[in-house]
């Protein structure tokens, strides 16, 4: 049975920085993409990053480009959100997911987890 577990998240200043991680048990990450994504309240949920299987690249969306890096370590099923320069509108819930390819659509993903709350303010 697959698990996914996101940790990681809370409560920074702006301009601060977090690390997510996404462990996730039950099934090889080698041959899966896996994303990350995000959702405010009243807001639909949003890809923000995306660590492909095959050539290794990694993908981001122009919000977070050059602020968030993904990266993984298959050695322990876990894939990383480094989250620099964070501002107010960050503040999302923050989920992972696998899919067989990157991409930025939600219902293409499986095995999500339950979410890490991520809070930007003074």
């Known amino acids: 049975q697959v698990q996914t577990v996101e940790s990681g998240g809370g409560l920074v200043q702006p301009g601060g920085s977090l690390r997510l991680s996404c462990t996730i048990s039950g099934m090889t990450l080698d041959y899966y993409a896996i994303g990350w994504f995000r959702q405010a309240p009243g807001k639909a949920r949003e890809g923000v990053a995306c660590?492909?299987?095959?050539?290794?690249?990694?993908h981001y969306s122009d919000v977070v480009k050059g602020r968030f890096t993904i990266s993984r370590d298959n050695a322990k099923n876990t894939v990383y959100l480094q989250m620099n320069s964070l501002q107010p509108e960050d503040t999302a819930v923050y989920y992972c997911?696998?899919?067989?390819?990157?991409?930025?659509?939600?219902?293409?993903?499986?095995?999500w987890g339950q979410g890490t709350q991520v809070t930007v303010s003074s």
């Open positions: 997911a696998t899919n067989r390819v990157c991409s930025w659509a939600a219902p293409r993903y499986d095995n």
């Open positions: 660590f492909s299987t095959g050539d290794h690249s990694q």
